[in-house]
């Protein structure tokens, strides 16, 4: 990670004023950076400040001589490894989208080799708006990272998506995961939520939103694996340079997973499976009129555990999602899966893990825990990945010669 060199794009927007202290952040992981700023963020923030934190000048116009004549536009594209752009209003993003080079950074953007990480912040109106949308998915599909926006209380006084993920954070997932971590290994993850059909029009689901599960793809893919993401229902744009299937039960996860798990160095399971699902599902909607109705309940296979106890089986990580005696229910969990590692999580109404944009994580294996701490999703996903990749050191494949024809035992 020492020495990375981070291309930072600052544009108009208020969180702008966070981005000075997001240079220290990546400074004190080691990168270098340098900073372009756009017309709108000089508006907010002065070149003077970036240049005395970065301790580098600050290039603002594409069509200056001095500039050009010290580091050009086109060697700034080629120095970066990284071009980071934080905060990325709507409007430069929908600039990037459509391939505009009207100014210093999009022009950096369309020449640059580098990959391309953007941190959205804007009002959570213009965030959800459909255009803004639209955009965030051609972004993606060109394997442009999007970290955030964080949800929250907004400078405009409404609440919602749409806050610049906080430098810490920002520095953490843009650095963590360091490419080469994971090079060569091939990464499944499963994410989001099970539908289990009762009939055509109802289901059974949970609150899981995917955003955990994504971070993961995320992370890995930004440690240099090969990452497939088999996912439940979910409203996430696939992570750049992932592979994604979308699934609905817990039996057609099952099937996908399986298939990939049988080649795969790592098996990550974040999604939250349903225990239970409708023994007979009706093919037609179950009609009102009883005064009483029964639905019998069948197991679904246990993938995590199943996985763990293939033949020739990946390095496997469950995710214990718990509301009460976390560590106690989390190890038993480890050892009745026989997984290599598991990250427990406490969920709750209050917010808890489902569906928020943070989290917190103990993990547990045979060798200890490790306590990762609170944050974003996608810095503890990047922490997790570090884990990883530390327990792969040396390992081919994992040898499960004990473990051959295990069964999983019953239980979620
Ligand atoms: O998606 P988000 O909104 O971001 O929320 C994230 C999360 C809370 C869903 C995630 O962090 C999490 O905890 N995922 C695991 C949820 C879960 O089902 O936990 P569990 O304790 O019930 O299951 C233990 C493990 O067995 C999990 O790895 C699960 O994927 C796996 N499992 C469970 C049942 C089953 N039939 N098959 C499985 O593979």
């Not at 060697?75 to 970066?80: F, S, V």
């Not at 804007?122 to 998915?137: G, I, L, R, V, Y």
């Not at 440690?223 to 299937?245: D, F, I, M, Q, Y």
């Not at 817990?250 to 974040?270: K, N, Q, T, W």
Request: glycine share 10%; proline share 5%.
């Amino acid at each position: 990670m020492s020495g990375r060199r981070i291309l930072l794009g600052v544009t108009g927007g208020i969180a702008a004023y966070k981005s000075a202290d997001l240079v220290r952040r990546l400074q004190d992981r080691g990168a270098q950076v340098r900073v372009v700023m756009t017309r709108g963020a000089r508006a907010f923030v002065t070149p003077l400040t970036f240049q005395a934190v970065s301790g580098n000048p600050v290039h603002t116009d594409l069509l200056d001589e001095a500039a050009e004549a010290g580091m050009g536009h086109i060697e700034l594209a080629r120095w970066a490894d990284v071009v980071l752009v934080a905060p990325a209003t709507a409007n430069f993003m929908a600039r990037v989208a459509h391939g505009l080079a009207d100014d210093l950074l999009s022009t950096l953007c369309l020449a640059t080799a580098a990959p391309l990480v953007f941190a959205p912040a804007m009002n959570q109106k213009m965030w959800s708006n459909a255009a803004t949308q639209d955009n965030c998915a051609i972004l993606t599909e060109r394997a442009v990272r999007l970290i955030g926006p964080a949800s929250g209380g907004q400078a405009c006084g409404e609440t919602g998506p749409g806050r610049m993920v906080e430098p810490v954070e920002l520095a953490a997932a843009v650095l963590s995961g360091s490419p080469g971590l994971l090079e060569g290994r091939h990464v499944v993850v499963t994410a989001g939520p099970t539908y289990e059909d009762i009939d055509p029009v109802r289901y059974i689901g949970n609150r899981s939103s995917g955003k955990m599960g994504f971070a993961v793809a995320a992370a890995a893919v930004a440690a240099g694996a090969r990452v497939s993401l088999v996912s439940g229902p979910v409203k996430l744009p696939t992570p750049s340079g992932v592979s994604r299937t979308d699934v609905r039960g817990a039996s057609e996860m099952r099937d996908v997973a399986i298939r990939l798990a049988s080649s795969a160095d790592v098996f990550i399971s974040v999604a939250a499976v349903a225990d239970y699902t409708p023994a007979r599902p009706s093919t037609q909607k179950i009609k009102k009129g009883l005064p009483k109705q029964k639905l019998e309940l069948v197991s679904t296979p246990d993938i995590v555990a199943e996985v763990a106890a293939l033949e020739d089986r990946p390095f496997t990580i469950g995710f214990a999602a718990e509301t009460e005696k976390l560590k106690e229910h989390a190890l038993e969990k480890l050892s009745r899966k026989r997984l290599d590692m598991i990250a427990a999580n406490r969920v709750g109404l209050s917010g808890a893990g489902f569906d928020s944009e943070t989290n917190e994580i103990l993990i547990l294996s045979r060798d200890g825990e490790k306590y990762l701490g609170k944050g974003s999703k996608h810095h503890l996903a990047g922490l997790l990945v570090e884990e990883v990749a530390d327990r792969l050191k040396g390992i081919d494949r994992i040898d499960t010669s004990t473990d051959k024809n295990t069964r999983p035992a019953s239980g979620n």
